[in-house]
């Protein structure tokens, strides 16, 4: 089965490393200030001449109360007045990029992400998808990906109302941890009736998929306390599920130095609360996906992994990676054919450069032949757990063991270490592996003895 998990202490202990989670190859660490505002308009003029479906994210940086463990991108504060200005400038860039595409190219993903999206007003949300659906040809009849973030906090069953009125059909639901304790840690302080309530308005309004997230590693948490949070979460049954492990850099994200480090729970703790969890999702009849993702047998991602047309990119794992992903808002990232680019990550910055008309974008890469090469391995391993060297060679016209030839005693030990299978035609991730399936992306990875493993989270 494609969920089979072995779970081996020593081999996790051995492989588990700080590297990229591979939303995208190159990563973002990649990312240079030499690709701007020309590159992004030849790659959507192409998109546009191949007529490629679009997935669109957009960013919405503002939340009323700041989460001590977030890494995002975002603005607090408790002045709803400030979302207005950056819809007006959000709404320039839309008109802007949407200038450069055809009219027909349907958009089969759409993405709120941030930040908390319903922040925003009931009126705002509506001016925004008005906009959106103006400029861009959103579906009518249900059949795209239409997502937002949701906070429980900030949702009752009106604001589920008008998101599913607006053509959203999946939401993700910020949960983290239930315990008290760790919530005050963290400053999130969220019920299970809170969740619970946005969770039955979503069942009862009939979106398509839930999904819940949540984060091993936080101050305060325990094996046995974070058990009865995964019970819980299990009790409520999303479709799928994310479990994070918190990454604690308070030298990178300034509001991570208001948790007390005395307070996180031991490497060993944060093992034993993986292990459990692993063992409780798959029990109640979750398939691992991958990376930290689990799934029902029925949902999208488990077919489609079980079909092997599973993709991934800065969505995470998704079935939508033949679409371009148009990033809008401040610090959204887009990935058009062979482009990657990230608009400005100071609000500022994005709302004055627009307010000349002229788009936001900062940085970002175009794609050599290596890295297409590269990023279709590490695609594979991460989404199938396994890569078929002949579908490389024919797609690339290479021959894989000779051009890798410098990795394979990476690959041989791995092998010996029985984290996968290693022979002429094939590289199969084997159960004990597929929690380490980073680690062995990160033998195909050119880049990553350029930059300080400091910069990335653990693997487990």
């Known amino acids: 089965m494609l969920d089979a998990i072995r779970w081996d202490t020593d081999l996790i202990r051995r492989y588990d490393l700080a590297g990229p989670r591979y939303t995208s190859y190159p990563t973002a660490v990649q990312f240079n200030s030499q690709v701007g505002t020309f590159e992004l308009f030849h790659a959507l003029r192409d998109s546009r001449k191949a007529q490629r479906p679009l997935s669109l994210y957009v ?8 989460c001590y463990y977030c890494a995002c991108n975002k603005v607090i504060t408790k002045d709803r007045g400030r979302a207005q200005p950056y819809l007006q400038r959000l709404e320039q860039e839309i008109q802007l990029i949407a200038c450069h595409l055809d009219p027909t190219q349907k958009v089969e993903q759409l993405h709120f992400g941030g930040g908390t999206p319903t922040f925003l007003s009931h009126d705002e949300l509506r001016q925004l998808m008005a906009h959106l659906r103006k400029h861009f040809n959103l579906l009518d009849d249900d059949s795209g990906d239409y997502g937002i973030e949701i906070d429980p906090r900030e949702a009752d069953w009106s604001t589920m109302g ?13 949960l983290q941890d239930l ?7 963290v400053n999130r302080l969220q019920s299970l009736e809170e969740t619970r309530a946005v969770i039955d308005a979503a069942r009862t309004l009939q979106f398509r998929s839930i999904n819940i997230d949540l984060i091993y590693g936080l101050p305060r948490q325990t094996p046995e306390n974070f058990a009865r949070t995964v019970d819980e979460v299990i009790r409520l049954q999303p479709d799928r599920l994310s479990v994070f492990n918190y990454a604690h850099l308070p030298e990178r994200f ?21 292990q459990r969890t692993i063992e409780q999702l798959i029990s109640a009849g979750y398939r691992y996906i991958g990376m930290d993702h689990f799934a029902l047998p029925d949902d999208e991602l488990a077919i489609a992994q079980e079909e092997s047309t599973l993709q991934r990119n800065f969505q995470g794992y998704t079935t939508h990676g033949h679409c371009d992903l148009i990033g809008l808002g401040v610090s959204a990232i887009s990935q058009i054919g062979d482009l990657y680019c990230q608009n400005s990550s100071d609000l500022n910055h994005y709302q004055n450069t627009l307010a000349s008309m002229q788009l936001a974008t900062s940085r970002g890469l175009l794609c050599n032949a290596d890295d297409r090469l590269r990023r279709a391995v590490i ?60 680690s062995v992306c990160m033998v195909f990875d050119a880049y990553l003895e350029q930059h300080s493993r400091q910069r990335f989270s653990r693997v487990i």
């Not at 315990?179 to 840690?185: C, I, K, L, S, T």
């Open 59 to 66: 960013h919405v940086p503002f939340c009323a109360n700041i």
């Open 162 to 174: 008008l998101l599913r009125e607006l053509g959203f059909n999946r939401v993700s639901i910020g």
């Open 179 to 185: 315990d008290p304790a760790v919530q005050r840690a």
């Open 254 to 274: 300034m509001p991570q130095r208001r948790i007390n480090s005395n307070e996180l729970p031991t490497p060993a703790q944060k093992l034993e609360m993986l």
């Open 379 to 438: 695609q594979q391993l991460i989404c199938n757990f396994s890569l078929e060297f002949s579908d490389i060679e024919q797609a690339f016209n290479i021959d894989f063991q000779g051009y890798f030839g410098e990795l394979w005693p990476q690959l041989q030990g791995m092998a010996k270490d029985g984290l996968l299978e290693l022979d002429r035609d094939r590289i199969t991730i084997l159960p004990a592996g597929r929690l380490l399936v980073r």
